[in-house]
């Protein structure tokens, strides 16, 4: 039985048979301030230079100091030395899928894993020993752009260095919390919650979730639970997939932004 990624259409907009499933590094942390990054691997194809500047300009406004990280920056060392740079909120606007089985040419309804891609571009003979582990797989995309490396929950459990500090994670991509295994990786490396939505989304829908659940939590200052429910309320699942909003754990349900990452700015 073969395995296969499955990148749902939308934000993932790719299905990619068989095994196949530049480098920017982090700048070195800071003892100032409540930090903050916006990984936007998605830059590479689908930039929107207004989310960013919007939820930057709410992150500062909360507090964070905002570091940002475009296109080709979006690699496998940074993201394994993402948990040792102190940030306190990391939103992820990248692709991701799920690792599906197949059997022949079908897919079967086996959901295997949750991976999360980079920019950097696929090469066999780079991070072997990773490749080997499973922790990493070739990912698609769009046809007509070159495969990129993605990353696993083993990846981020056993190869990402450090841990995180209480960090509130969101994840824009597709299905990054159907499965728990994603979420599970981050709680267990540190993270205070993981934020992430439960099947296939669209990029300008998700833009627009994402930057109204940011104005919830920080200047709202609403609980994680509430700023969820208001923008479900609000903004509503995804129009043309249906998909709903999901938080890990439950209990973080009554805390704010400010409770889980200690910003104290926006008064």
Known sequence: M????????AVCTLAL???ILSAGCPPPPSNSGTR???VDQLAVMEPNQDFTDRVTAELEACGFEVDVYSGEEVSVELYRRLPKQGYK??????HAGLLQAEEGSEVVGIKQATYLFTAEEYRQTRYVSLQLDDQLLPAEMTPDFPLVFAVNSKFVVESMEGSFDDTLIIMMGCSCSYLQDMAAAFILKGASTYMGWDGSVSLNYVD????????????EKMTVGEAAAKTMNEIGPDPEWGTGLRFHPRESSGQTIAELTGATGGE
């Open 2 to 9: 073969k395995r296969y990624l499955a990148i749902a259409l």
């Open 17 to 19: 048979p068989g095994l």
């Open 36 to 38: 903050a990054a916006i």
């Open 89 to 94: 909120l990391i939103i992820f606007r990248a």
């Open 208 to 219: 627009r979730a994402a930057a109204d659940l940011i104005t919830n939590l920080c200047t």
